[in-house]
């Protein structure tokens, strides 16, 4: 299980500190995350897209 899913289930952790890393800091990372992997597939379909003789 990765650890901020961990962090996030009330069995593991619970608290004010808690609450607030599973309510802002948490889905913030998973927001990053996301554009980080958009990102990196754009770069990929511009590369096939230029190697195919696109513009």
Same mark, same amino acid.
């Given at each position: 299980?990765? %650890? /901020? #899913?961990?962090?996030?289930? &009330?069995?593991? #952790?619970? /608290?004010?500190?808690?609450?607030?890393?599973? @309510?802002? &800091?948490?889905? @913030?990372?998973?927001? %990053?995350?996301?554009? %980080?992997?958009? /990102?990196?597939?754009?770069?990929?379909? &511009?590369?096939?897209?230029? @190697?195919?003789? /696109?513009?």
């Amino acid at each position: 299980m990765p %650890v /901020g #899913r961990a962090l996030c289930d &009330t069995d593991n #952790r619970d /608290g004010p500190l808690a609450d607030q890393f599973r @309510s802002e &800091t948490w889905p @913030s990372a998973n927001a %990053v995350k996301q554009m %980080v992997e958009q /990102g990196n597939e754009l770069q990929h379909k &511009t590369m096939q897209a230029f @190697s195919a003789g /696109g513009t």
